[in-house]
């Protein structure tokens, strides 16, 4: 989030967190999306700088934190043990 303020970066954060929520077919709260989407961003921008990919700006960030929560909620699934029903 190179050019965001930190109001930005909350509902960026909220907005990033409920898509991927959406996503991947959760239900989480409003909390958790915030946590799940400020994470996702510095997942999101680690994969960028990795890949060699610029973003900026209101859509560039949230691409990029949504981008990265997906593979966060992804990861957390992965290693989660599952419940028998």
């Known amino acids: 989030m190179n050019e965001v303020s930190i109001l930005g970066a909350v509902i960026i954060g909220i907005l990033a967190g409920w898509i991927a929520e ?16 400020i994470v996702g ?7 960028a700088s990795v890949l ?5 700006g209101l859509w560039g960030s949230l691409l990029i934190s949504s981008v990265g929560a997906i593979v966060l909620l992804a990861l957390v699934g992965m290693f989660r043990r599952r419940r028998a029903l």
């Open 22 to 37: 959406q996503v991947m077919g959760r239900e989480h709260g409003l909390i958790t999306n915030l946590i799940v989407g």
């Open 41 to 47: 961003a510095f997942v999101g921008a680690f994969i």
């Open 52 to 56: 060699n990919i610029g973003f900026a």
